[in-house]
C-alpha cells in the first residue's frame, strides 16, 4: 500500500503578501510511522488539515497508487491537536459517535466498541462518562476514534502534549502496535516521541521537505557535526548565544556542552554520535 | 442523518444542567400560572367563585328560555334588593346562589351580559360590514389599496355567530400568556450557544470534516434545534393551557375564537381549539428565529463563553429593536396573541393588502431561511465542498 501525495501548494494571503505554506510537497507513503517534525509555521499543521480535508490545497493530488481507492478519506483515521470531548458521553457512546460519523456499521456496533476500546486498554472504563477520564485517558480514547473503522491511514497530531511521562509511553506503544498495516503520521514537537517509534522521519521546514529518512540515514548525514565539549560555569551563557547548543549537563563545578556545527567549537572538541534531536537542532535551529 | 441526529440530542439536549434547568423554569412557570390566575383572571369563575354554580346551570347554548330564566331571576333579586325592606343581610341565605339577593343580582347580571355579547356579536358584525361596504364607495377611484383592504374586511367578517356561553378564561389567559415563550427562548440560549462553539473547541469539528460529514452534522444539528423548539413549545403550551384548564376547565373548545370578548375582531374565523394550535405554532416559529440565530453566532464562535455572551446580547437587542420595529416586521409580535389575534392588520405587500398573521410567520421563516444560509456557509466552507468532490477523483 502507498500514498502518494504529490505537488501538494498551498498559499495564504497574509496582508498583501501570498506566503506559501506548502510548496510542491511530494511524499510517497508506506505501511509505518512517520514523523513529521519542523518548527513553528514550518507547514505540517496545513499539510495535515490538506490531508485530512479539512483544507483544499490549491494544487496537487493524494490517492494510493494502486488507484483502487482513490477515494482515500474514507481510509483516514484522525486525532486533531488539543483534542477533547463531550463530558457527559461515556467512552462506548463516544466510539459509537464516531461509528456513526464515519458510517461504519459493524454487524455488533456494542461489541466493536468495546474491542476498539479494547485496543487502547480502556475497555473497562467503557460505560463512565468521559468527564472522569484522565488526560491518559483521553489520549488513548482520541487514539481509539482514530482507529474506528480500521483506517489504513492514521494522522496524529501533536497527540502526547500534556502527558505525563507514562502516558506517553503507553501512547507510544499503542502507536507502534497500529504500525504493522498502517500508514502513521506522527505529527509532534516531542523529538524523542518520533525517536521511539519513527521509521521515518519527514523534516519540514518553509512548506517543503528538508530531510527525509531513516533516523539512522539522518544521524549519520550529520556525522561529524556534533560536539562534546567541557565547559566553566562562567562560559555557559557565552556557548548558548553563539553556537547551537543541543543540550547541557552541569556536574556541579562544570557543564558538559553538546554543540551542534559544521566545525569543531573548541580544538580539544570531541565528535560525538548524532541523536535525532541534534539533528532537529542541526537542520532547524532551536525548535 | 437519523444516528448523527441522535448524537447532536446526546450532545446538545440530554445534559444535566439542560434539564435541571429547564425543571426549575418550569416550577417558576406554575408559579407564574398562579399569578397570572390572580391578577388577569376572573376569580368569580373559579371553583369557589360567585358564578361557578350559575355558570353551571346557564352554560351552553344560548336560548329564549335561558335567557328569559336569567332575565326573571334578575329582576327577581332587583325587587328584592329594591324592596324598602331589604337590609343588606350578613348571613348566607340557602336559596340563593351566592348566599345574598344582591351577589345573585350582580352574578345574573354578569350572565345577561355574556349572553347579550354572543347574542348582539352579529349586529357588531353587521355595523362592521356596512362601514366597510361604505369605506369601499369612498375610496373607489381615489385609493385602489384601501378598496382591496375594505373588501378583504367583508370577506374576513362575513357570517359570524356566536350561539354558546361558556367559560372561556382557560383561553383567554394561555393566548395572553407569555412567560412560556421566554422559558423556551432562555432553554434554546442555553443549550445552542455551546453547539457549534464546544465542537470547535474540542476539535470534533476537524474530525467531522475529515469524515466528510460537515454537511450532515450542520443538518443534524439544526434537526436536533427545531425539535427541542417543537418539544419545548409543546411541554409549555400544555402545561399552560392544563394549568389554567385546571383551574377554569376547558370546554367549548370547539366554539369561535371571537366568543372570547378580546378577540371579538379576531381577524380568522376559527375555533379556539384552532387558536390554541395556531399560539404554539407561532411561538414555536419565533423560539425557531431565536435557534437560528443562537446556531449561527455559535458557528462563528470557538469560545463557549463568548458565544453565550453574544447570542445573549443579540436576543437582548432584538427584544430591544421589537419596541422601536413596526410590529409587523418583528417575529417578537408572535409572542402573545392579544397583539397578534385580536385585529385585522393588513401589510401592503406590492399593493397587495396581506393579513399579518400572514405576513409575519413568512416573513420569519424567510429570515429564518437567511439566518441559516449564513450558518452553512460558515460552518460547510465550500472549500471542504470541493475537496471532497475533487477527493473522489483522487486529486486535492
Redesign the interface.
Known amino acids: 500500500m502507498e500514498l502518494v501525495l504529490k505537488n ?1 501548494t498551498k498559499s495564504y494571503t497574509k496582508g498583501k503578501k501570498r506566503k506559501n505554506a506548502l510548496e510542491n510537497f511530494t511524499l510517497t507513503l508506506t505501511e509505518g510511522v512517520y514523523g513529521l517534525l519542523g518548527p513553528n509555521g514550518a507547514g505540517k499543521s496545513t499539510l495535515i ?2 490531508i ?6 490549491d494544487s ?4 494510493f497508487s494502486d ?1 483502487e481507492n ?5 481510509h ?1 483515521g ?1 486525532m ?7 463530558r ?2 461515556t467512552a462506548k ?1 463516544y466510539i459509537k ?2 461509528m ?3 458510517k461504519y456499521s459493524p454487524e455488533n456496533a456494542d461489541e466493536y466498541a468495546l474491542s476498539a476500546l479494547e485496543r487502547v486498554n480502556l475497555r473497562t472504563d467503557a460505560d463512565k462518562k468521559i468527564g472522569a477520564f484522565s488526560g491518559g485517558m483521553k489520549q488513548r480514547l482520541g487514539i481509539a ?1 482514530a482507529i474506528v473503522g480500521e483506517p489504513k491511514v492514521l494522522i496524529f497530531d501533536e497527540p502526547t502534549a500534556g502527558l505525563d511521562a507514562k502516558e506517553r509511553i503507553r501512547f507510544r506503544n499503542v502507536i507502534s502496535s497500529l504500525a504493522a498495516d498502517k500508514i502513521v503520521i506522527l505529527a509532534t514537537h516531542i523529538v524523542t516521541d518520533i525517536a521511539y517509534v519513527a521509521k521515518t522521519v519527514v523534516l519540514m521546514n518553509g512548506g517543503k521537505i528538508i530531510k527525509t529518512g531513516t533516523q539512522e540515514q539522518l544521524c549519520s548525514d550529520i556525522y561529524g557535526k556534533v560536539w562534546e565539549i567541557t565547559a566553566e560555569n562562567d562560559k555557559v551563557m557565552d556557548y548558548m548565544s553563539r553556537m547551537r547548543v543541543s543540550n547541557a549537563v552541569s556536574d556541579g563545578s562544570k557543564y558538559t556542552l553538546r554543540i551542534v556545527g559544521d566545525n569543531p567549537p573548541e580544538q580539544d572538541a570531541k565528535a560525538v554520535v548524532p541523536s535525532l534531536e541534534d539533528v532537529c537542532i542541526y537542520y532547524f535551529g532551536d525548535m | 442523518m437519523g444516528k448523527l441526529f441522535f448524537y447532536e440530542i446526546k450532545k446538545n439536549v440530554l445534559r444535566l444542567p439542560v434539564l435541571l434547568l429547564f425543571a426549575a423554569l418550569m416550577l417558576v412557570n406554575l408559579y407564574k400560572h398562579g399569578e397570572t390566575v390572580q391578577y388577569y383572571g376572573d376569580g368569580s369563575y373559579l371553583p369557589n367563585g360567585l358564578m361557578y354554580d350559575i355558570y353551571g346551570d346557564y352554560k351552553g347554548e344560548i336560548t329564549d328560555e335561558k335567557i328569559q330564566q336569567i332575565v326573571a331571576y334578575k329582576n327577581e333579586m332587583e325587587s328584592i334588593v329594591n324592596s324598602p325592606e331589604f337590609d343588606y343581610p350578613t348571613t348566607p341565605d340557602d336559596r340563593y346562589y351566592t348566599g345574598f339577593a344582591y351577589g345573585d343580582k350582580d352574578i345574573a347580571d354578569n350572565v345577561i351580559n355574556e349572553m347579550k355579547y354572543a347574542r348582539e356579536y352579529i349586529n357588531n358584525i353587521i355595523l362592521l360590514r356596512e362601514k366597510t361596504q361604505s369605506a369601499i364607495s369612498f375610496y373607489e377611484e381615489k385609493n385602489d389599496y384601501k378598496v382591496r383592504e375594505a373588501q378583504q374586511i367583508e370577506i374576513l367578517y362575513g357570517n359570524r355567530h356566536i350561539y354558546v356561553y361558556g367559560n372561556y378564561w382557560a383561553y383567554s389567559l394561555y393566548l395572553d400568556y407569555e412567560f412560556s415563550t421566554f422559558i423556551v427562548m432562555i432553554m434554546v440560549l442555553f443549550v445552542f450557544a455551546p453547539s457549534f462553539s464546544k465542537q470547535k473547541a474540542i476539535g470534533d469539528d476537524k474530525i467531522i470534516r475529515s469524515c466528510g460529514k460537515a454537511k450532515s452534522v450542520f443538518w443534524a444539528k439544526h434537526l436536533c434545534m427545531y425539535t427541542f423548539c417543537a418539544a419545548a413549545t409543546l411541554i409549555t403550551a400544555l402545561a399552560d393551557i392544563l394549568s389554567f384548564g385546571c383551574r377554569y376547565g376547558l370546554e367549548f373548545v370547539e366554539q369561535p375564537i371571537y366568543a372570547i370578548h378580546s378577540f371579538t375582531y379576531a381577524p380568522l374565523d376559527i375555533s379556539i381549539f384552532t387558536a390554541v394550535l395556531f399560539a404554539a405554532l407561532m411561538r414555536f416559529l419565533l423560539a425557531v428565529f431565536i435557534g437560528e440565530i443562537v446556531l449561527l453566532i455559535s458557528s462563528t464562535q470557538k469560545n463557549v463563553g463568548i458565544s453565550y455572551a453574544v447570542s445573549f446580547c443579540a436576543i437582548g437587542g432584538l427584544i430591544y429593536l421589537h419596541g422601536s420595529l413596526p410590529s409587523h416586521f418583528s417575529p417578537f409580535t408572535m409572542i402573545s396573541m392579544s397583539n397578534f389575534l385580536t385585529e385585522a392588520r393588513f401589510v401592503n405587500v406590492l399593493g397587495l393588502p396581506v393579513l399579518n398573521i400572514i405576513f409575519l410567520p413568512i416573513l420569519t421563516l424567510l429570515l429564518c431561511a437567511a439566518v441559516n444560509l449564513v450558518c452553512h456557509a460558515v460552518s460547510c466552507p465550500r472549500r471542504t465542498a470541493r475537496l471532497a468532490q475533487k477527493e473522489r477523483g483522487g486529486a486535492v
Open positions: 501538494i488539515n490538506i485530512t480535508g479539512i483544507i483544499g490545497s496537487g493530488s493524494i490517492a488507484g482513490s477515494s482515500f478519506l474514507s483516514l484522525f486533531p491537536q488539543g483534542m477533547d470531548f463531550y457527559n458521553f457512546d459517535y464516531i456513526a460519523l464515519k476514534q
